[in-house]
């Protein structure tokens, strides 16, 4: 079974083509800068080595998806897009939508209605939706919601304490985003635990650019940190996470600021950005060894509000088995680790020093520590691939 994994932004597509199999990957690539006048296409295969890259104006969408397809049936892992036996989307918001779904006008609808709580994300996962759909219009098509796997939170911790009218009306709630990696790391976990995910509880930490803390109770969640955004929470690259909504009021005020200007501030000028100049946790690291005082604080500040949100679901999921981390800095950063578990000793949460030094290693824990910690790589990709790979086996059965 071949299926081919599509992740659209604004004017990005990333591919992965998957020989389900043996989880393979036969392809995968980026194309960047659609609709610019210089559009950037990276695109490896089994074949090569090295990427083949390229410049050239890319229109739009679907321009990038003959793009994807021309390359496919180059290199003869495909004849044509039909071959392929499926095609998963990843779609930021899927709203209160539990699981995967297959393709049709209604899940169209349904996606243009979450637009509204994603106007940045979800109108992009729709151009790539409709240019797959254009360029291979036989091949069942699913979507896999960043969502979906935090939709079993219970109304205590998802609801705002807003006028409830507010959450009647226009949908405020928390909805939890990463939902696919955290949920692929927690079962990858309880592989680790060498017990049923069912009977795991588990506190994930997906640390990349963006970043978000999930607790798990049984296999399901029960709380994360991300709220009706991605910007709620965690300190991320240029996102300021968790902050008093009086600050707001308050540059209105002073500063004029208008809606536009907040979310910019927030979204984009924020997080490690906005304390030290970068939201490259190497270069944080660097600055640190070279004295630099706003790269300390803002690494302090970074691991400080993990430590805060670790202490609090453990206090939600009151016995915790495992700890993991995934993403960019969590499967790399040895320093982060180190400061995020230190002081949890009394937690029963002790790391391993040496262990964590070692790249590689998937076991971090002391010998003494109560509580597993786990450095698990993510693979959103894969869990989309298995998902849409799942899903069209039940259709077909
Ligand atoms: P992601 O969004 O998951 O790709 O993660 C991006 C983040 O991972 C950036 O902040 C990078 O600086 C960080 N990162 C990647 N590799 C390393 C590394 N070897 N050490 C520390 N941070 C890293």
Redesign the pocket.
Known sequence: MKILVLNSGSSSIKFQLFSMKNDKVLAYGLIEQIGEPSGQVKLNSIHHKEPITKTLHIKDHEEGIEIISSFLIDEKIIKGLDELDGIGHRIVHGGTVKEPELINDSVLKEIVSFSALAPLHNPPGLAGIKAAQAGAHKVPQVVVFDTAFHQTIPPHAYMYALPYELYERLHIRRYGFHGTSHQFVASQAAKELKKPLSKCNIITLHL???GSVAAIRGGKCVDTSMGISPLEGLIM?TRSGDIDPAILFYLAREDNLKAKDMDTLLNKKSGLKGICGT?????I?LGIKNGDERSKLAFDMFCYRIKKYIGSYLAVLGKVDALVFT???GE??VDVRLEVCSGLEAFGIKIDKSANAKRGNIHVESKTSNVKILVIPTNEELAIAKQTQHLIQQIRA
Not at 279 to 283: C, I, L, S, V
């Open positions: 990349g650019n963006g690259g939201n490259d946790m190497r270069e690291m993403g960019g800095i790399n950063a």
